[in-house]
T-cell receptor, first 110, second 114 residues
Framework: NAGVTQTPKFQVLKTGQSMTLQCAQD?????MYWYRQDPGMGLRLIYY???????DKGEVPNGYNVSRLNKREFSLRLESAAPSQTSVYFC?????????FGPGTRLTVL | AQKITQTQPGMFVQEKEAVTLDCTYD???????LFWYKQPSSGEMIFLIY??????QNATEGRYSLNFQKARKSANLVISASQLGDSAMYFC???????????FGAGTRLFVKA
């Protein structure tokens, strides 16, 4: 039982490049989330998926797209990376009132 | 609009003493949930405790308790008998109603001194 897994752990991109952050959970949770954490700040919600087949915008969705591929997987795509997207990205899944977080992806955009 | 405020950027506590981390919130919803998470230097987010807005008793989980004062819109975390391993960032968070969005405060960094 791996919980929530994220790949990659680290990534460096050049401005304008694209990439997809992968997230998977093996706890059969319906809800999944993507957050970003900037230095000295709390987490901000980018997108969430209440259930398979649905996605909705959070606080800071601009510059991102998501795909809920199936119940297990929820990916985050940066189509044209910008330095302002340098951050740590956390994926989470939720059951009742508890969110389970992945280990995070540290992304640097040069 | 929802808002979470943590006014203590950093706190120091002596090992084995209790410490209170402050959290105030703002919401127009009657139904909401309040959470505390711990983030050690390794970076992972660890769920600590949850309080529902209709819960009559303060939540407790081991050495963690949540001092919920609804009228004052505060949800302070109390850690009893602090341990060196409690040194970390602590985040207060709120989920509105039965919805899916959760907002986080800026966090408080706790330092436990030996």
């Amino acid at each position: 039982n791996a919980g929530v897994t994220q790949t990659p752990k680290f990534q460096v991109l050049k401005t304008g490049q694209s990439m997809t952050l992968q997230c998977a959970q093996d706890m059969n949770h319906n809800s999944m989330y993507w957050y970003r954490q900037d230095p000295g700040m709390g987490l901000r919600l980018i997108y969430y998926s209440a259930s398979e087949g649905t996605t909705d915008k959070g606080e800071v969705p601009n510059g991102y797209n998501v795909s809920r591929l199936n119940k297990r997987e929820f990916s985050l795509r940066l189509e044209s990376a910008a330095p302002s997207q340098t951050s740590v990205y956390f994926c989470a899944s939720r059951v009742f009132d508890e969110q389970f977080f992945g280990p995070g992806t540290r992304l640097t955009v040069l | 609009a929802q808002k979470i405020t943590q006014t203590q950027p950093g706190m120091f506590v002596q090992e084995k003493e209790a410490v209170t981390l402050d959290c105030t919130y703002d919401t127009s919803d009657q139904s909401y949930g309040l959470f505390w998470y711990k983030q050690p230097s390794s970076g992972e987010m660890i769920f600590l405790i949850y309080q529902g807005s209709y819960d009559e008793q303060n939540a407790t989980e081991g050495r963690y308790s949540l001092n919920f004062q609804k009228a004052r819109k505060s949800a302070n975390l109390v850690i009893s008998a602090s341990q060196l391993g409690d040194s970390a960032m602590y985040f207060c968070a709120m989920r509105e109603g039965r919805g899916f969005k959760t907002i986080f405060g800026a966090g408080t960094r706790l330092f436990v001194k030996a």
